[in-house]
């Protein structure tokens, strides 16, 4: 089963407008994740919020959680062509490694963004 | 090796034949998971190994699928008597901690394709 949910589903902007994404999710989380995948290619980490944080920044990235809505966005500021990619959040709920389903990253079904030039 | 590596990256099966997908993670990485991506879905947890030690295998989807990982650093993925429905992309990701993830570095998959 899949915990997040992204919003939209699909994103198309012109190059150097800002992108935003947004992930919900169900159960209290350790913490939250976003990765990014290029078509055929794995995924790739990008940026990840403890629960107890409320922003962080990465480069031209900027995530926020907010955990009494069980939500996160991601911005993507000054868009590239580059950018374009399927990008997806995943919660950690876990502390330590306990099995149940419990231990590995729970994804949503992601966001496809397309930057056009 | 520099990154997570998997192979085959592809992979044609007729229905009912068996396939072994491998994974080599990261050197040093005590945590590898294996994940299974249906085309324009997100990853769904398979397994995870701590080591050699298979402690969560709750998300295979049936007793046909069967991984280990026996000197704690390869893995394979095995798939018995294979399914159209278990066409998908198998990715594979390793990590340093012992404790919940932490940033996960994946390869770049196995497609499987079942006739």
């Known amino acids: 089963s899949q915990q997040g949910e992204e919003d939209p589903q699909a994103l198309s902007i012109q190059e150097g407008e800002n992108a935003t994404m947004n992930c919900s999710y169900k159960t209290s989380i350790n913490n939250l994740q976003w990765y990014r995948q290029n078509s055929g290619r794995g995924l790739v980490h990008l940026i990840l919020i403890r629960s107890n944080e409320r922003e962080k920044h990465s480069g031209r990235l900027r995530v926020t959680l907010d955990t009494s809505k069980k939500s996160s966005s991601l911005l993507i500021t000054a868009s590239r062509a580059a950018d374009t990619a399927s990008y997806f959040c995943a919660t950690a709920v876990g502390g330590i490694y306990s099995g149940g389903g419990a231990d590995g990253l729970t994804f949503g079904k992601g966001t496809h963004l397309i930057i056009q030039p | 090796g520099a990154g997570v590596s998997q192979s085959p990256r592809y992979k044609v099966a007729k229905r009912g034949q068996d396939v072994a997908l491998r994974c080599d993670p990261i050197?040093?990485?005590?945590?590898l998971f294996w994940y299974q991506q249906a085309l324009g879905q997100g990853p769904e947890f398979l397994t995870y190994f701590q080591n050699e030690a298979q402690l969560d295998k709750s998300g295979l989807p049936s007793d046909r699928f069967f991984a280990e990982r026996p000197e704690g650093s390869v893995s394979t993925l095995k798939i018995q008597r294979t399914q159209q429905e278990d066409s998908a992309v198998y990715l594979c990701a390793s990590s340093p901690r012992l404790v919940a993830p932490g940033e996960l570095f994946f390869g770049e998959g196995s497609r499987l394709t079942v006739l």
């Open positions: 050197s040093g990485h005590v945590s």
